[in-house]
Structures are given as C-alpha cells and as structure tokens.
Nanobody, 122 residues
Framework: QVQLLESGGGLAQAGGSLRLSCTAS????????MGWFRQAPGKEREFVGN????????YYADSVKGRFTISRDIAKNTVYLQMNSLKPEDTAVYYC???????????????WGQGTQVTVSS
C-alpha cells in the first residue's frame, strides 16, 4: 500500500489561493489514481478531484471546477492541489488518497493521508 502525507494547508482569505501537496511512497504509486477529498465539520467526506498518474487526466467536482487544479510531479512522487478563488465554503480538512481503480467514492480509495486543514475567512 501507498503511504501518503499532505502538507500546505493553512489560512486564506476569500478570493485567495493555497497549494496543497501530497507526497507518496511506494513502488506501485505510478499505477494509481490520486484523489483529493475534503471533510467540513458536520459534513460527509466529499470528492474534490482526481488525477490519473500515468496519463495526467483529471476530473473535478462541479463545486471546484474552474477554481482548483490538480497536477503531479512524477520525479518527486508528489501530487498538488492548487486552490484559487477560495470561498469560505471550501473550509475543510483536505485528504489525499490513492486508488487502483479511481472514481469519486471514498470506498474506492485504499490509502489515505492524515489530512491538512484549510480555513478560508470571509
């Protein structure tokens, strides 16, 4: 299984930007779909977006489409979540996850990072 570690969370003002990083270890990492999820207080964990490690194809939830961008650095085994035009409703703990099959369902992802807090003030 892949070990994942998120970083880059913090406080931003509405309209601002943050970039999250997820660094992975494991020899099979290149075969995974890497997903970003978030969980706000009192809410279920929700899908943000994902990227196919092999070809770089991305898919985003409608709530973040056009504002968030997922990319990868193959040499560093790192996936990024660039968050622009942040809104207070983006406030959540953000998790990086790895899946062998992809999808938007949390049950499809077998490896998870510890999460990093993102807080957006109004």
């Amino acid at each position: 299984q892949v070990q994942l570690l998120e970083s880059g969370g913090g406080l931003a003002q509405a309209g601002g930007s943050l970039r999250l990083s997820c660094t992975a270890s494991g020899r099979t990492f290149s075969s995974y779909v890497m997903g970003w999820f978030r969980q706000a207080p009192g809410k279920e964990r929700e899908f943000v977006g994902n990227i196919n490690w092999k070809d770089g194809w991305t898919y985003y939830a409608d709530s973040v489409k056009g504002r968030f961008t997922i990319s990868r650095d193959i040499a560093k085994n790192t996936v990024y979540l660039q968050m622009n035009s942040l809104k207070p409703e983006d406030t959540a703990v953000y998790y990086c996850a790895a899946s062998t099959v992809g999808g938007i369902d949390t049950r499809r992802y077998g490896s998870w990072g510890q999460g990093t807090q993102v807080t957006v003030s109004s």
